[in-house]
């Protein structure tokens, strides 16, 4: 689990096949799980100035891959014992969205996401989502993208300020919403309902009743 809060910058040193490379003042364990843009990876490698991680094909298939050089998103597990000041962040990227429009404001920035239909399903205006691995608030969901404001100390402290038009990005969604949106359509199912399913108090009772 992770929170949303960026450690640090890495520079990727390499990618190659499988392995992916990083130089960075942090220094894991072997079997470590850190966070890199979001996406967890297991720390397979450590040296004086930073680290390796395995990205298996399925990773490497879910997430922007063409951001995982220069500078990346760096956070490791966090511990039962850290304060969450973020939101609760499993590491799983849910897709990928594109940053189609940035609006500059008196006070911070808004990004607009473009993403998919089963995305923007999930997500909830005020709600949380992590973008490139930084936890952030939903302002707005749109017909299809998201509006994200990012305020000038999130922008200092991330990458965002580097990132332009046209840039793909790595979304995961409130694992909440996740489990909650699965709940109800394996409810829906088994009623023999369609995904439009409509919980009433009716089926609340039902549900509770079956445990």
Known sequence: MFTGLVREFGEVKSLQGATLTINA???PKIGDSIAVNGACL????????GFALELSEETQR?????TYKGFVHIEPAMRLSDRLDGHIVQGHIDGI???????????GMDFFIRTTPEILALCVPKGSIAIQGI???INEVLKDSLRLTIIPHTLHSTLFKHYKVGMRVNIETDC???LV?????????QTNCDSSFSLSWEAVDKILGSY
């Open 62 to 66: 879910h997430i922007a891959l063409e």
């Open 25 to 27: 003042k942090y220094k």
């Open 97 to 107: 969205g594109e940053i189609t429009q940035i609006e500059s404001h008196t006070i």
């Open 176 to 178: 909440f919403a996740r």
């Open 181 to 189: 949106r699965h709940f109800l359509f394996t409810q829906s199912t």
């Open 42 to 49: 297991t720390a397979t490698e450590t040296f004086n100035d």
């Open 135 to 137: 936890s952030l608030t």
